[in-house]
């Protein structure tokens, strides 16, 4: 497997990389894909999907998934947990220790190997907050 190529295509997954890098707060492929075009104008949402999947294979990013929601990606790939408006579905940072999962064996974890963790955490955001205080006036 040693013949994987990256010429076809590594001009769209750059683009893809670096707006996605870009748009930093953790973008869906919707919005990597709007900020791709700026870059090569006929990329297609298809190409955008495909490269993400790649990029998030290859270790350059990583996708956030939980139910009902879209799929956002991050290019920080270091350990870190989220937050995850349960309002309106944006995600952000959250600055509390991460998960350690080094020192977890097999033994422990069902017979899995470990080899990554993804906390999510569910709230309001600001924005939806605010949103709410002046709605709920009138209930
Ligand atoms: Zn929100
Ligand atoms: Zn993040």
Redesign the pocket.
Known sequence: MQSLPLRRGSKQKKAVLSAAKCLCNHPTAQEIYFKAREDILNISFSTVYRNLGILVEEGDLISITSAGSEVHYDHIVKNHCHIQ??????VRDLDVPAVDFNGILPSDASGFTVDGVCVTFTG??????S?MDTKGEQG
Do not use: H
Request: proline share 0%; aromatic share 0%.
């Open positions: 408006c349960r309002s309106c579905g944006k309001t955001c600001e924005e939806c907050n949103k």
